[in-house]
């Protein structure tokens, strides 16, 4: 049982007691803040402490977002005048020289220019990728001025048709349609791969083209058209006199003509039509053989099929989804595919007779 407490009596203050603690909280708050102030300078002359990097800092710096108005790309016959972007498109299974000098003979302000180049993953393909490789290092570490805006160089990720590039192999009839899918595929990874929001003009050379004019890009351009193309012919030394000669080589740009449309309508879905072969008389108007006066080279004529040795299209038309069917597409394939995809779609082909560029004769 707990007991009552008694009385609580007060103790009397210890004065002595008080004073001591007094002076011992003095103490303590002096040296507290003098060790404060005096590790200061300390901590000034110590280089920061750095932080654990962040999440953000790991992936790196976003790029910025980049806008483009597709209706401020201009697209007009002064190209040059109005500094529109050009972009000329390659796919190359060899390399000429005689193409290189050509290409850097062309009179378009370089800075506008970009090119791009597709070749195949085999021997051949190999050789020209050297070959080419050392030709724009050595245009590329020139001076500033002879640059070209941009360069890219693209390999095939798909086995060429044809073992031999040979001229003789490569026209052979029976080739025809493998051959042409295989370009027609490697034109639109090209094609898809390069073609910039700010492109003007695309245009299509190949690389066995070894002679055009210096002004092919503005020349063409200057007609305004949304596809052209000039004649390719081929010079030879005639064996009968002996004198350098030219003769026609592409027979893609043509007028159609009721026989081949009919040849046509009888055709399995798979089958194409070609041009050039007398196994299959289309009795087509061959722009090949248009040709007349070479004081005329402004001449126009309407087309239904290109071909493409050297090719000027406005990017407004490869924009609209206008590509090269590696497929049948009303029978035709490739460049000729092209024209009639182009004309399902509102744009209409040109040909210029009487301006030509030149092929390589092997």
Known sequence: MARPMGPVRLRRTNYLTLGIGAILCLFIIYFLSHSSSSSQPAAASRPPTRKPASKSS???ERPPVRRFNLNNVTITPDPIGNREAVLILTPMARFYQDYWDNLLKLQYPRDLVTLGFILPKNKEGNAATIALQAQITKTQKGPAKGRFRSIIIERQDFD?????QDESERHKMENQKARRASMSRARNSLLFTTLGADTSWVLWLDSDIVETPTTLIQDLAAHDKPIIVPNCYQRFTDPETGKPAERPYDFNSWQDSPTAQEIASKMLPDDIILEGYSEMATYRALMAYM???????NFEVDLDGVGGTAL???ADVHRDGTMF?????????ETEGFAKMARRLGWKATGLPNYKVYHYNE
């Open 291 to 297: 040709a007349e006066r070479e004081d005329e080279k």
């Open 58 to 60: 790991l992936i790196g």
């Open 325 to 333: 069917p590696p497929f049948p597409f009303y029978h035709l394939i």
């Open 312 to 314: 000027l299209v406005k």
């Open 160 to 164: 060429p048709p044809l073992s031999s």
